[in-house]
């Protein structure tokens, strides 16, 4: 799957699971995805259009969401909250195929550059 596809993808399943989120619990941490989600969706653009700067804003921040999501998951497993561990544990596997989708478009382009 392309890079700018799955990106956007776990961009909205950022923002559409940390609201869902944020209505069953009003924790007001449920909207941190959210705010990377959008920040992630407005670099899309960027990304598909292979933009360098854009597109390694979009890694970084799809990196750093997926990895402080491992926090929250951890603790819903610890509760015993199925739900939690379902919204945080969607996140968590678009935020990690979007960067294998990543890594892969960026071998792509450091192949073709090279060519």
């Known amino acids: ?3 700018h596809v799955m990106s956007a993808i776990n ?14 619990t009003n924790a007001g941490t449920a ?3 959210v705010i990377f989600g959008v920040v992630i969706l407005v670099c899309n653009n960027g990304i598909k259009y292979e933009h360098k700067i854009m597109s390694h804003i979009a890694v970084v921040l799809t ?4 990895i402080a999501l491992i926090k ?3 603790a819903a497993m610890g509760d015993g909250d199925t739900m939690g561990m379902t919204r945080v544990g969607i996140m968590l596997v678009t935020g990690i ?9 960026f071998i792509a382009a ?6």
């Open 110 to 115: 450091r192949k073709k550059r090279n060519n």
């Open 72 to 74: 929250p998951f951890t």
């Open 1 to 3: 799957m392309k890079a």
């Open 31 to 33: 909207l941190i995805p």
């Open 97 to 105: 195929l979007a960067m294998i989708a990543f890594i892969q478009s």
């Open 11 to 24: 961009a909205f399943a950022l923002i559409a699971i940390g609201v869902w989120g944020y209505t069953v």
């Open 63 to 66: 990196l750093l969401v997926t």
